[in-house]
């Protein structure tokens, strides 16, 4: 605009710009002309370079972010769901029902009886199939096309013949493997030796000693060992053959009976120091006999001094008094459940028994991999004694140990003050009660965060998980990132004709009209309540519904109303006025978005009357925001 004026004041604007640039003319009577044209200042345009580059840089990081597959398209599936639009007639789906059968040779049925009204449909195929339907003009007469994915109980394993393993469910295993599995525990089984039989090929073992034959190699030629080694860590999650409880924990293989089953207390006691002096955590001993002996004893408390925990079967004869070594004072003694919990018939019992586990009967027998001592091949067979139940315990007694407790008698004490009472016990035929392995666990770790639980807490962390970012959650980021460059958008546009001072406070009040510090609405601080961290994470327009977890937008604080009242309340302050205003233009940039991205508002439902609202209450915050910086700067 061309204007008679006196010669221009020299004006800077706090940042230091010049704001104006003028050109000035004389008239043929002397008087001044001058031409004034706006422009940004050369610091404006180079934070204005760096912005863009900086939103080039972040749209491009969320455009591979939302290309990257990630973990939610590498689930397993060998049929495909179908999910016509409501909207077609029966007879049109049936068409395109048939339609399908007869192209690609398959054919689709209804998922079950309640499916129809949903008009899902499952077809049996593969990734080929899939990629073949999406493209066809059938999807545009379906809601969606995607693989039924096949999921999977969590801890439970894969082996065909878990599900034998009544045993193994009845002390609770399951839940106590959700902690611990045995890691970094050394278990070693004084018995006829262990074959490393197929089932057992993932399962660490470290050096033993055949005190039979006098050699390294301890191998099984009995069966026994074997059988009771499976118990302890047989290989798990293997897609074979059968489960074990402390399936992580290395065995060390001591072998001290023989082909015939028998073997001799000075080999016993040998076993028992060479594990107590080559790292043995537990030492297990499914074998006993009537005699007591001095140098058993001793070779026992040698081992306990060191640390170990020992375990050893009650014994097999139905008496009321427990087999040595069961009975020695630093040596649980184990009797047998079977699958009904109540004592095998088989099972000693009184003194000398610290605790109860299942040994088995002939209504159901402990499954596991062994040898056939004829053929040495392996086979799974069902024993049953008191010699498949120690197995059991020295097992839990690892993953009690791996929980971080070291000592011998703290191990002995979790075992049997977690164990289920048996309340009439007048023989004590139970012991403490029946083992249960998740109580132990429990009890191990009760006022402990280690470094699993702090793992565990980092990967069900929201934005902090590692599996956030590699899973296709971080698109959830984009609208964010859009609301936040929005508002910043905005406020350069606007400060580019109308120059203002830019402060810590006016950038807060763009996050927190347009996307709050949303990094804490899905942080999770172990038992903490997470509604304040709902809120503290979501912008204005979302705190309708933070507190109650809803996604959907409440009308009064989504809408022009709280920018238009604080603008109202705080244009007279000279500081917060500015935030007042920058909370328009981030409402503005909030409601544009949520437009487009997920227009969901309280009694408007999630259609087109519900954009129609928040894009109106947009363009109104943004003229608010506007009007308001416009007089500010003009009344400066």
């Known amino acids: 605009m061309i204007e008679q004026q006196p010669p221009p004041k020299t004006t800077k604007d706090p940042l230091g710009r010049d704001p104006q640039a003028a050109a000035r003319k004389t008239g043929a009577d002397g008087e001044n002309w001058v031409i004034v044209v706006n422009k940004p200042s050369l610091n404006g345009r ?17 455009w591979a972010i939302s290309n990257f597959p990630g973990l939610a398209t590498q689930g397993t599936y060998d049929s495909i ?7 077609l007639g029966a007879a049109e789906i049936a068409k395109e029902v048939n339609a399908i059968a007869q192209q690609y040779q398959v054919a689709p049925q209804l998922n079950s009886e309640f499916s129809a009204g949903d008009n899902v449909y499952v077809v049996k195929g593969d990734r080929t199939l899939l990629n073949a339907l999406k493209k066809s003009n059938l999807a545009k007469d379906t809601e969606y096309i995607e693989p039924n994915y096949v999921y999977s109980a969590f801890g439970i394993p894969n082996d065909p013949m878990y599900t034998k393993q009544w045993n193994l469910r009845s002390i609770n295993v399951e839940s106590a493997w959700n902690e611990t599995k045995g890691s ?12 490393p039989v197929a089932d057992l090929k993932e399962t660490k073992f470290v050096p033993g000693y055949d005190f039979v034959n006098n050699r390294a190699e301890a191998y099984d030629d009995h069966g026994h060992g074997t059988h009771v080694a499976g118990t302890v860590a047989q290989s798990t999650n293997n897609n074979y053959g059968v489960a074990g409880i402390a399936y992580e924990a ?29 790292g043995a955590d537990v030492i297990n001993m499914s074998l006993g006999g009537s005699g007591e002996s001095q140098l058993m004893s001793e070779a026992i408390d040698y081992a306990h001094s060191k640390g170990v925990v ?25 009797s047998a459940l079977g699958p009904d919990d109540e004592k095998a018939s088989y099972s000693n019992f009184g003194a000398g028994v610290d605790i109860a586990a299942p040994g088995g009967s002939e209504m159901g027998k402990i499954l596991q991999s062994t040898i056939d001592p004829e053929t040495g091949a392996e086979v799974f067979e069902g024993y049953e004694g008191t010699s498949m139940a120690s197995p059991h315990v020295a097992a839990v007694a690892a993953l009690v140990k791996a929980s971080g407790i070291t000592e011998p008698d703290s191990i002995r004490s979790i075992l049997l003050q977690s164990s289920r009472t048996v309340t009439e016990d007048p023989l004590n035929h139970f012991g403490s009660g029946h083992l249960d392995a998740a109580a132990a666990v429990q009890l191990a770790q009760r006022g402990q965060i280690n470094f699993r639980d702090f793992f565990r ?38 400060r580019n004709y109308f120059p203002f001072a830019w402060t810590w406070g006016f950038s807060g009040g763009l996050i927190a009209g347009s996307s709050g510090f949303f990094g804490l609405r899905n942080l999770f601080v172990f038992d903490l309540p997470q509604w304040p961290l709902r809120v503290m994470g979501s912008s204005i327009p979302e705190l309708g519904g933070a507190i109650n977890g809803s996604s959907m937008l409440n009308p009064f604080f989504a809408s022009v109303l709280i920018p238009g009242i604080l603008i109202a309340l705080l244009l007279g302050h000279r500081q917060w006025k500015w935030i007042a205003i920058a909370i328009s233009i981030g409402f503005a940039s909030s409601l544009a978005v949520n437009a487009f991205v997920s227009p969901a508002v309280w009694g408007l439902g999630s259609g087109l009357l519900a954009q129609t609202f928040l894009i109106v209450n947009a363009l109104l915050c943004f003229g608010l925001a506007r009007l308001a910086i416009k007089t500010e700067v003009q009344s400066a």
């Open 310 to 334: 020992i375990i050893a079967a009650a014994g097999n004869s139905g008496e009321s008094s427990a087999s040595y070594p069961a009975r020695y004072p630093h040596v649980i003694g184990v």
């Open 81 to 87: 769901v179908l999910d016509f639009r409501e909207d």
């Open 250 to 278: 290395a065995l060390m293989p001591l072998k001290v009976l023989s082909a015939s089953g028998g073997g001799t207390v000075s080999d016993i006691a040998e076993a028992i120091k060479f594990a107590a002096d080559n």
């Open 457 to 494: 807490w980092l990967r069900d962390n929201g934005y902090l998980s590692p599996r956030f970012w590699i899973d296709g959650g971080a698109v959830a980021l984009l609208p964010k990132v859009a609301m936040v460059l929005g508002s910043y958008l905005l406020a350069f546009f606007m």
């Open 184 to 195: 970094g525990t050394t278990v070693a089984i004084i018995d006829s030796g262990i074959t």
């Open 46 to 62: 180079s934070a204005m370079k760096k912005f863009f580059l900086l939103c080039l840089f972040l749209i491009g990081f969320g």
